[in-house]
Nanobody, 120 residues
């Protein structure tokens, strides 16, 4: 049974940092690209960052480029999102998922997500 468990969210002031974690199970973790998505109130879910199965290539949405860093530890079946220089517009629920390689297409069922709130 596949499962995605996101953690690390919270309330932070603008300019602050957070590190999100996502523990994945139920699929061979090291065989899949992984991605972080976010959904703000009354907005569509959007891709934030993506990483290849090996971790050698990453992709970022323009809105987070230079501020966020995605990484993974295949030995721990975990993907991370380091978020620096946070802005109020980064406020959203953040989700991770397996994705089709080279695309933004999620494969698995969504987890509960983790809430990130950035105050101005």
């Amino acid at each position: 049974q596949e499962q995605l468990v996101e953690s690390g969210g919270g309330l932070v002031q603008a300019g602050g940092s957070l590190r999100l974690s996502c523990a994945a199970s139920g699929r061979p973790f090291s065989s899949y690209a992984m991605a972080w998505f976010r959904q703000a109130p009354e907005k569509e879910r959007e891709l934030v960052a993506r990483i290849t199965w090996s971790g050698d290539r990453t992709y970022y949405a323009d809105s987070v480029k230079g501020r966020f860093t995605i990484s993974r530890d295949n030995a721990k079946n975990t993907v991370y999102l380091q978020m620096n220089s946070l802005k109020p517009e980064d406020t959203a629920v953040y989700y991770c998922n397996w994705v089709v390689a080279g695309t933004n297409l999620p494969i698995g069922s969504w987890g509960q997500g983790t809430q990130v709130t950035v105050s101005s």
